[in-house]
Structures are given as structure tokens and as C-alpha cells.
């Protein structure tokens, strides 16, 4: 039966810090499941949408850190939420739910999960994570799963319990951490914030959110294995621009991707041949004067064409166009060109497919590789 008083605060004392580290999944865990066992709007919409039936409130239990041994490896499991019941057409059921917030998606952990659901009758498994690229690795993996599998991310949790918390303090307060904490549905860049942000200069945290999650969600296998060193990526807003700086050893060499709001610094035109504007960018860098510079440009003549195909302005070192003597290499597209997609996802997918476009261009043949290591200390 489901504990008819729940307390929220013994349930949180159990994940309290431990050597000064803030367990925030589980806290997130716990909060989400006192709201669950509160709220019965959201519990009965929210059972009915993943078991396509309502549920008997009587017989339902819910569990955080229940334990399960893993006969096949002989290990204990310990699922984030198990939930057994019964539907109210009398047949039973087993839901386990596996909570992310910081973590990645490990498909080992989903797959041990439904090993405990192998003889279970009706038995489902939830993934939810804030990370909208590992919901989908999740489904496209789906089919590998015995159990009934559904992927949330949390805004969409976010999105059900806004609307149904008006009778469950409890649930307000989860929504606005929620919401404090970046796991509300983020607004997209639209064309009406980009013609703002040329006038206003305001909204430069947004580009940082999404060169942040390119780094963090996406990944860069097309890129040369040094810059794939996360020892040597950072995203910084520097120089009129926000990007990814994937570092080489002496700066020489460094590779930035991301985006040009302004053009003081790196004194080329905007893609669509103005001076106000914002794009999606790739710059390789070097000192005017560093040996090996030479050849490193003379491996880019020989790509430029390659990279034009794939979209966007290309300039290199030398060209009339690029006034800044640090620019080895520069592709810029105008971020206006992206943003027909109406969510975010979809738009960091466009511009990454962009980025890849550029960097397979570039680095297909390993001339350009090659020629970057003049850029390392020898030995």
C-alpha cells in the first residue's frame, strides 16, 4: 500500500552532503517521488499515460533504493523508483524507473534493469533524463529492451506538473526548482531574439547554453584524436564570440567552434556580408610568426573548396577578406539559417551536422593533421 504520509524531509536526510558532495539526483529522486505520492492529478494522468490504464491507489507501492539481486550476475540492483500495482482491471504490474540529472545515459544499467522485469507480468521501465540527446540514444535502443520502455526528459516532467499542481503545494515547489535549476522546457533562439539581440547585445548566456550542451551532448570523433582530449575543452566568451575552445599545446593550432556575435576582433564580415549579425563559426588560430605556419597553410589551400560544398563562407590566411593575422582558417554560416527547426534540439542537431560537415572536409585526408603537429613540442 502507498504510504499515506509521506514525509519529504526524512526521505531527503538519507542523501544529505557527504564530504562536502551534494547528491542532486537523488534529492531530485526523492522530491519528484513525494510529489508522485501527493499529487494524485499528476500520479493518475502520469500512470495512465505510460500503463495506458488507471490504477488501483490502495494497492500501489512506490520505493526509492529498493534492492534486487541480479541472479544472472549475482550482484544487488538497486533501482532509483519501483512502483508495483494494480490496474483497475485487476491485472498487475511492475514499473522501474531510472533517474538522471548531471549523469549520461548507460545503456549496461537500463539493460540490468530489465533483467529484474524478465518474469514480471506488464512490466515496464522508465528512463528520465535532463539530457535530451541521451533520451534519444535511449530510444533508439529501445528495441534491445524486454519491458515496456519510455523516455522522458525532465522538462517534459516539468511541462505535466506545471499543469497539474494547482491543488499540491508541494508540486509548486518542485516545479520552481525545476525551473531555477534548467530542467524547464529551454526557448529556442528565434528569428525575432536574434534581431533583438543585434540591437540589445543581450543575449549572449543562451549561445553559452548551447555551446555548452554541443560539448557536453554531442560528439566530436570527427575531429583530430588531440582536440578530443576534454582535458582541453572549454567554452569561452571571449573576443566577440562564444565558442568551444578545443586547445593545442602552445595555443598554436587551437581550434574554435561556436559563435561570432561580433567582429571587432576578428575583423572578417558576417556571412551575410554585414557587421551586425551572429554566426555559427569554425576558426582554426596560430601566432603570424610561429614556425610550421607555413605548411599549415599550405595543407588549407587545398581544402577550401571541399569545405564551400558543405555550406557557409570560407576564408583562409592571405585572403583579402580576413584582416586578422591569427586566422589560419575561418567557415562562417549565418545562425538566421538554423533556427527554421522550432526547438532546441533540433537545432543544435542542424548546426552540429554543420560543424561535422566542415571538420570531415578539413580533416578527411590527414593533410591538415599532419601539418598542425609542426604546431607540438618534439619529444
Not at 231 to 236: A, D, H, L, T
Not at 325 to 340: G, N
Request: hydrophobic share 35%.
Amino acid at each position: 500500500m502507498m504510504d499515506s504520509n509521506p514525509n519529504l524531509f526524512i526521505s531527503l536526510f538519507q542523501w544529505r552532503p557527504v564530504e562536502g558532495r551534494t547528491p542532486g539526483e537523488n534529492f531530485l529522486t526523492e522530491a519528484f517521488v513525494y510529489c508522485l505520492r501527493k499529487n494524485e492529478t499528476f500520479r493518475t494522468r502520469w500512470f495512465e499515460e505510460i500503463l495506458g490504464s488507471a490504477v488501483i491507489d490502495s494497492e500501489l507501492r512506490i520505493s526509492t533504493r529498493a534492492s534486487h539481486l541480479d541472479d544472472e550476475r549475482e550482484t544487488t540492483i538497486y533501482p532509483d523508483i519501483d512502483i508495483r500495482g494494480i490496474l483497475t482491471s485487476g491485472q498487475p504490474f511492475s514499473l522501474l524507473v531510472e533517474v538522471k540529472w548531471g549523469a549520461r545515459y548507460d545503456h549496461a544499467q537500463i539493460a540490468k534493469y530489465d533483467r529484474l522485469l524478465k518474469f514480471e507480468r506488464n512490466s515496464h521501465l522508465v528512463f528520465i533524463s535532463a539530457n535530451s540527446m541521451d533520451c534519444r540514444n535511449a530510444l533508439m535502443k529501445r528495441h534491445s529492451i524486454s519491458a515496456a520502455f519510455h523516455v522522458f526528459e525532465w522538462q517534459q516532467i516539468y511541462s505535466r506538473l506545471a499543469t497539474l499542481s494547482q491543488d499540491c503545494r508541494s508540486s509548486q515547489e518542485l516545479v520552481e526548482f525545476m525551473h531555477k535549476h534548467g530542467l524547464s522546457p529551454p526557448e529556442p533562439i528565434t528569428q525575432n531574439l536574434l534581431q533583438s539581440y543585434v540591437a540589445t547585445r543581450d543575449f549572449t548566456k543562451r549561445l553559452r547554453r548551447y555551446c555548452e550542451k554541443l560539448l557536453n551532448e554531442f560528439p566530436w570523433d570527427f575531429l583530430p584524436p588531440h582536440y578530443q582530449d576534454a582535458r582541453r575543452q572549454e567554452v569561452k566568451d571571449q573576443y566577440g564570440r562564444v565558442a568551444i575552445v578545443f586547445s593545442r599545446h602552445d595555443w598554436n593550432g587551437t581550434i574554435t567552434i561556436g559563435f561570432l556575435y561580433s567582429n571587432h576582433d576578428h575583423q572578417v564580415k558576417f556571412a551575410d556580408g554585414g557587421d551586425a549579425s551572429v554566426d555559427l563559426m569554425m576558426r582554426i588560430e596560430a601566432n603570424p610568426v610561429v614556425a610550421g605556419r607555413v605548411e599549415v597553410v599550405s595543407a588549407l589551400k587545398k581544402r577550401p573548396i571541399q569545405v564551400r560544398q558543405c555550406g557557409g563562407v570560407v576564408r583562409l590566411a592571405g585572403d583579402r577578406d580576413n584582416q586578422n593575422p591569427h586566422t589560419l582558417f575561418i567557415a562562417q554560416r549565418s545562425l538566421s539559417e538554423f533556427l527554421d527547426n522550432s526547438d532546441e534540439t533540433g537545432q543544435l542537431l542542424a548546426m552540429h551536422a554543420q560543424i561535422r560537415d566542415w571538420s570531415n572536409a578539413l580533416f578527411g585526408d590527414g593533410d591538415l593533421e599532419n601539418a598542425l603537429r609542426r604546431f607540438d613540442p618534439i619529444g
